[in-house]
């Protein structure tokens, strides 16, 4: 069968209950597009938002990956699991509900470290293999600090029972069940998450997205009006215009000359655009502009 053309952004509110690749999988089914990725794994009970590459845009993936991500998670308190999340088996238990003020404290010192030990179901690499499929296979494992940028942590909602709601910002390789473990650590009644949600991913935000049974529904017409540029998923980047012969050029992984009415720092990388189609990322080396990434759009 013919593969589609796509390329561009399609921003999934993933359901509870499956996994991302569960929902790439779904949509590659039903668009059966050249290629398909996404950005950012979220787990299976969490949900928010996703966005899929689709085509060309799988190459600016590692682009979205520095961007900084937003959730909502609602933590609880009482209970140590082995995920650090509802799903896991418990560890250990406490009759200790904290205070408000005890859980503003702690949000704020664990708004200033930057450095975290992941969960043992993430999917960051031990010695080769997925730290989630060694913890499936129950070996014994430890996983070292890896450092992150946390922008925010702050307390949205907090009642008797000890039922928090935080928001969280964070850069790449963040993980919101680290913190509820080690905010639950660091008062002593022990903690985890119990809900979880992805509201914004660098650019995008939750609202934008469609819910993946929704999707899944649509014409292929229809689904190609919900697709959003290449370059959005680009944050940061100066963007110009280039003419056709520079287009040429660049086609075929050749230099241009830096346009004199931009100014771009040495190594500086941007978007260079033909007809409103994104042709290439580039990046200045002296007095030329050289191909970092080509896209085929």
């Known amino acids: 069968m013919q593969k589609n053309t796509f390329n561009g952004w399609l921003l999934v509110n993933k359901p509870a209950g499956i996994t991302s690749t569960d929902v790439v999988r779904a949509l590659k089914k039903r ?13 299976p009970d ?3 938002l996703i966005p899929l590459a689709l085509g060309e845009a799988t190459k600016a993936i590692p682009y979205l990956l ?8 609602t933590f609880l308190y009482g209970l140590k699991t082995d995920t650090d999340d509802a799903s896991g088996k418990i560890l250990k238990a406490s009759f200790y509900a904290p205070k408000e003020n005890e859980i ?33 296979d129950k ?20 009642n008797q029972n000890g039922e928090t709601i935080i928001h969280f910002e964070c850069s790449k ?25 992805r509201i914004e991913y660098g650019p995008f935000k939750v609202q934008e997205a469609n819910d993946l049974s929704s999707l ?3 014409s292929t017409e229809n689904l190609s009006s919900n697709i959003k540029a290449i370059e959005i998923g680009i ?8 003419h056709l012969d520079d287009l040429k050029l660049l086609e075929n992984g050749r230099p241009i000359k830096c346009p004199l009415t931009f100014n771009f720092d040495e190594g500086e990388e941007l978007i260079a655009k033909y007809k409103g189609r994104v042709a290439s990322i580039l990046f200045r080396e002296g007095t030329f502009l050289r191909v970092r990434r080509k896209f085929n759009t």
């Open 104 to 136: 503003s404290e702690a949000l704020q010192y664990y708004s200033e470290v930057n450095f975290q030990i992941p969960p043992k179901v993430s999917a960051v690499k031990v010695r080769g293999k997925r730290a989630y499929k060694r913890f499936k």
């Open 46 to 48: 969490a949900t928010g």
């Open 31 to 43: 668009m059966n597009p050249t290629k398909i990725g996404h950005a950012g794994t979220l787990d």
């Open 173 to 197: 390789g963040g993980y919101v069940r680290s913190i509820a473990r080690d905010i639950g650590d660091f008062l002593g009644c022990f903690g985890y998450v119990g809900k979880l949600k």
């Open 139 to 158: 070996e014994n494992f430890q996983l070292s600090a890896r450092s992150i940028n946390v922008y925010e942590l702050s307390l949205l909602s907090f």
């Open 235 to 242: 944050p940061g980047l100066k963007i110009f215009e280039c």
């Open 66 to 73: 520095k961007s900084r991500k937003k959730y909502e998670a």
């Open 216 to 218: 899944l529904e649509l």
